[in-house]
């Protein structure tokens, strides 16, 4: 469970809430992400804040929490610091801490600013990889490291981890930033990263997306999706996995913007069911009644279409608060912080509600000992030294081999010219920088030259000049987007590199369900992700240095006409 608070911190907590006014505890319950009335664009909203723009608005309306959507920096740094100065509660400072998640846009290298901090999070394998590489304790030492980290640059807060069960295989947001699809492989990785995370009191972690995404193929961003399952396959799957990091000490739940029909109508589809973050029967009664959880629920992102298509945008924050929310994560803060004061003075929503939330809220930052000092001393040399080693060794022990050969690719020996053919879906989340396994090619000998998503001809022309060629696909299903792997590539993968070339290896770096789509493809490497030591890993495996033991955390999807049809 939660920890307990000392004397000396819950003091603090009663003495803080006793003296607020309900105003200031409405303001306690809000998160954003920017601080700007109408900001013109997201750029402008995540990237371009300053210091004076914060405290502008912590004038107003003073925060509980800001959600930070960039990296650590020594700039960034000296804005948190400003605010925390500023303010008279500490603001507790959120950010999507996700492993791996960085790494497709950030390649870093010699070349990186020098005041470009090195973010171990960035750098990071996918959570996936983390599973398949099958060792909880280096699982821990990574997220333990990564705290400290982030904790010394003023971040509190990481709205991660994922402990969604990825049983579906066409859902747009688990993928490789779940577990897998094994209810144990999720509470061993799960536990070990909010251990890692707030052991000693150095970050909160939070568990997302209650009460569980993956099953439906649909995105909570464009609209409500469900949990399908029935109760009793939830409370085997899912409810143990929320009841065990519950009982680990967790100290936030995500709610998402998913509904779960069995448990509110008996019946495991509908449409018509509201999601969690608008349900008090699955907040309340579900979550912390039957659950026991203690700590803060969190809202999903607010702007996400699942919730506001279910309820006037006015009423988003209320509806949200009265099912039991605690925090409302990237709230329109003016409007909302309005709508919120006014259902309290109207006797929509009551003084109680709102002081229970902030209590809970100051309980957190208590736990953080934010009330002493909102950041910490940086880690050691030696230590980040050592915590890019075991990163680098996860990545080496995630390298799955999917589909072995016959024969296989043959190993590379250097002195020999490569051809990259990336495949991969344009969009704000693709990604085809493999610069870095080119890279560890040619300090092979290679020489190394890149096609991406060609056409007919351009294979054609080039693929007899090489002795090697590799097909890298790099897709990862991400929110917003149904695309599949390679739509224009599929024609000219099979024609030519299938038919005019005796060493074609494929890898991808991405979706462990690539074979569905290319399912006669006759070898597959898979690295979860392409973070620079997955691709340093791929680079390994095809140089003869490394071989592939990574434990797929999914099974083969099926993909029968019954299956679809049932």
């Known amino acids: 469970m939660i920890t307990e608070l000392n004397a000396e911190d819950r003091k603090w907590v009663d003495s803080t809430l006793g003296s607020m006014t309900i105003e200031e505890c409405i303001a306690q319950m809000l998160v954003p992400h920017h601080p700007f009335e109408n900001p013109q664009t997201h750029f402008e909203s995540v990237t371009n804040a300053t210091a004076d723009d914060w405290l502008r608005l912590l004038d107003e309306i003073p925060l509980g929490g800001i959600c930070i959507r960039k990296p650590p920096s020594d700039e960034l740094k000296l804005v948190l610091e400003k605010i925390q100065n500023h303010s008279k509660i500490p603001v507790i400072i959120g950010s999507n801490i996700e492993l791996g998640s960085s790494s497709p846009a950030r390649i870093m290298n010699e070349n990186t600013p020098r005041t470009e901090v090195f973010d171990y999070a960035s750098y990071s ?67 070990a990263f909010i251990r890692g995370f707030q052991d000693g009191g150095v970050m909160a972690a939070t568990a997302k997306h209650f009460p569980g995404d993956g099953t439906d193929e649909r995105d909570q961003h464009l609209l409500t999706t469900s949990n399908h399952l029935n109760l009793n396959d939830w409370y085997k799957t899912y409810g143990l996995i929320w009841k065990t990091v519950i009982d680990s000490g967790v100290n936030a739940i995500m709610c998402g913007h998913i509904a779960f029909p069995a448990y509110e109508q008996g019946i495991p589809n509908s449409n018509h069911t509201l999601p969690a973050t608008l349900s008090k029967n699955l907040q309340v009664k579900l979550l912390r009644e039957e659950l026991g959880f203690q700590g803060v629920v969190i809202s999903d992102a607010s702007p996400m279409t699942g919730m506001t298509s279910r309820v006037k945008v006015s009423d988003r924050a209320i509806e949200n608060i009265l099912a039991g929310t605690d925090m409302c994560l990237l709230p329109e803060t003016i409007k909302d912080y309005g709508f919120i004061k006014n259902a309290v003075h109207e006797g929509r929503i009551s003084e109680e509600i709102i002081r229970d939330a902030t209590k809970r809220i100051l309980e957190l930052k208590a736990r953080l000992t934010l009330h002493k000092d909102s950041f910490s001393a940086s880690p050691a040399k030696s230590s980040q030294g050592n915590a890019k080693r075991i990163i680098n060794t996860v990545s080496d022990k995630s390298i799955t081999l999917l589909r072995r050969g016959n024969p296989e690719p043959r190993k590379l020996k250097g002195d020999e010219n490569v051809l990259f053919v990336n495949v991969f879906s344009k969009g704000p989340f693709s990604n085809s920088n493999l610069e870095p396994m080119a890279n560890s090619l040619k300090n092979e000998g290679c020489s190394v030259e890149l096609l991406e998503n060609p056409t007919d001809m351009e294979l054609r022309e080039n693929l007899p000049n090489f002795h090697s060629v590799f097909v890298n696909v790099c897709h ?50 898979l690295s979860y992700g392409a973070s620079v030591p997955a691709q340093e890993a791929v680079a390994k495996v095809y140089l003869g240095k490394l071989e592939p033991k990574g434990m797929l955390p999914v099974k083969e999807p099926d993909i029968s006409w019954q299956n679809i049809l049932s």
């Open 476 to 525: 990862v299903p991400m929110s917003g987007s149904f695309d599949q792997i390679g739509a224009g590539f599929g024609q000219a993968l099979w024609r030519i590199a299938h038919m005019f070339h005796d060493n074609v290896a494929y890898t991808c770096f991405g979706t462990p369900y690539v074979l569905a789509e290319l399912p006669h493809v006759p070898n597959m490497l």
């Open 125 to 191: 394998p996918s959570m996936m990889a983390f599973a398949a590489a099958n060792a909880p304790d280096l699982t821990y030492e990574t997220c333990r490291f990564i705290a400290e980290q982030r904790r010394s640059y003023g971040y509190h807060w990481t709205f991660n981890p994922i402990v969604d069960l990825n049983l579906n295989f066409r859902n747009p947001i688990t993928n490789i930033r779940s577990l897998g699809d094994d209810t144990e492989t999720v509470l061993t990785h799960a536990t």
